[in-house]
């Protein structure tokens, strides 16, 4: 497939400098004069066909400073300039295809100079969050602590166009305009995936295999984070995030909320507004993760609802439904100190896969099927059943199982309820309990009082790519009869 951004207005494009400033010296002298914040790094991911950011410091005599951007294969060889400004550059480079690797040399008049190898040009996203963005590949057990959930995968993963690099945890009361360090850009191979975070990871990956063109990920995030931290002066963002603000990327990836339901979706709205305008660019892909099962069904319910809320206030906003995974107590490994009651869940290769999926559907013009199924509308018929028909179902409705659908009376009062696939987009409801059928909903409640194998026995609407195969799982809904 070929990547057709919905949006891809150059907001920088007039910031390039080609003008031929100095001649750019053959004798290259060793670096005395720049300091380049730690994001740019050998091995580093540009974003691609994007005009494109590099800044720094220097304290040589030079008006002018140059970035040489030179295959290195050989072919062409481009010059970009910026001025010095009070001890400041900016160097802003015309668009770059995909692909690689080039030879970056940040250079001044005299010849000293700073030179970046293995660069590619791909798309890059950042990864913002808590917890469950940065639980690590060796942190997903299979039972025990001693046995990897993803091992084969953490085995097989060496692919040199899936790259990453992490910002260090780093609180802040003043914003940080230099990263100092970090974990330094990386290619994918079994020795620093397993401790690479897991939901980035298999972002990257999946969309490298749906596109074949290089992802870099940039993980930004911290545990037991509100919100508010964050946000304008929060000390996590001050810290973590700011730094990473004046790299040129593509979107964000954000996976938080868990515990702070409340009024969330405005916070997250004011928060998107925030970055896009910080990061200087109204465009920013920003795809979420609705939160998956967890034995507080009622907090992370209303956590779903908030950040499906989002989608109404804020453009180029997409989400992700897990409602299919989690992690209940009884499963927690055998060992795991950190998961007392199961929030943070070891399937994290569909959160990342589906974040990419849903990039590739609602930003990058993916034809096909993407992303979950919703409820259209939910009627009541004459010999009191409940019609409820989705969107969005592919090659048609699959149920797996029959969990997951509950209907309210006149008192508000919920029961299970049966359903039965009608349509290729329809599904009747019916109810021993209760024929005075007020309300619907779906994918509230968690399955117990029976033995219980995975969390997507909680839930059974799937839409398909086939019209057998289970694809994407349906989107918890609660509404009133028509």
């Known amino acids: 497939m070929d990547i057709k951004q919905t949006d891809n207005y150059d907001y920088n494009a007039y910031k390039v ?13 060793e670096n005395t004069a720049f300091v380049i914040s730690a994001i740019y790094n050998d091995h580093m991911v540009l974003q691609a066909n994007v005009t494109c950011r590099i800044f720094g410091q220097y304290s040589g005599d030079s008006k002018f400073v140059a970035a040489v951007l030179r ?33 970056l040399t940040i250079i001044d008049e005299e010849g000293c100079c700073v030179v970046f190898s293995d660069v590619l040009f791909g798309e890059v996203f ?94 930004a995030c911290m545990g037991a984070t509100h919100i508010s931290t964050w946000t304008i002066g929060g000390r996590w963002y001050n810290g973590v995030v700011k730094p990473v603000t004046r790299m040129t990327v593509r979107g964000v990836c954000w996976y938080q909320g868990e515990g702070d339901p409340e009024n969330y979706g405005q916070r997250l709205a004011e928060l998107i507004s925030m970055w896009r305008s910080e990061f ?31 989608a109404d206030i804020v453009d180029k906003y997409t989400y992700c439904v897990t409602l299919d995974t989690g992690l209940y107590p009884e499963w927690v490994a055998e060992g795991d100190p950190f998961n007392d009651d199961g929030v943070h869940p070891y399937q994290k290769e569909e959160i990342g896969s589906r974040l990419a999926e849903i990039v590739a559907g609602d930003f990058f013009g993916a034809p096909g099927v993407w992303s979950s199924p919703y409820m259209e509308r939910v009627c009541k018929t004459e010999n009191g059943t ?31 309820a049966t359903p039965h696939l009608v349509g290729k987009d329809k599904i009747v409801l019916s109810c021993r309990a ?49």
Not at 128 to 145: E, I, R
Not at 393 to 399: M, Q, S
Request: aromatic content about 14%.
């Open 17 to 29: 400098i080609l003008d031929k400033k100095f001649n750019v010296p053959e004798f290259k002298k």
């Open 71 to 103: 295959h290195e294969e050989g072919g062409e060889v481009r010059t970009f300039y910026s001025e010095n400004i009070n001890g400041e550059f900016e160097i802003w480079m015309s668009p770059t295809g995909y692909g690689g690797p080039y030879t």
């Open 126 to 219: 950042v990864m913002g969050g808590q917890s469950n963005m940065g639980w690590s590949m060796s942190q997903c057990y299979d039972g025990t602590v001693s046995k990897l959930y993803y091992q084969d995968i953490i085995d097989n993963s060496a692919n040199d166009n899936v790259r990453y690099m992490q910002v260090y945890p780093n609180e802040s009361d003043v914003p940080v305009e230099y990263l100092s360090s970090c974990i330094t850009w990386i290619a994918a191979s079994s020795k620093c995936v397993v401790n690479q975070c897991a939901v980035p990871y298999f972002f990257a990956r999946r969309l490298n295999e749906l596109y074949n063109v290089p992802v870099g990920v940039v993980v």
């Open 280 to 310: 200087e660019n109204p465009s920013l892909y920003w795809a979420a993760v609705q939160l998956p099962r967890h034995i507080n069904w009622e907090g992370y319910a209303r956590s779903r609802e908030e950040v499906k809320k989002v």
């Open 386 to 416: 409940v019609d409820v028909t989705y969107k969005n179902v592919g090659e048609g409705l699959v149920l797996a199982g029959s969990y997951g659908f509950e209907v309210a009376d006149g008192d508000g009062t919920y029961y299970d």
């Open 434 to 482: 209760t024929e005075d059928i007020k309300k619907v909903r779906y994918g509230y409640k968690n399955k117990r009082g029976e033995q219980v194998r995975s969390c997507a026995e909680s839930v059974c609407v799937y839409n398909s790519k086939d019209g057998r195969h289970p694809a994407y799982p349906g989107e918890q809904f609660e509404a009133e009869c028509e």
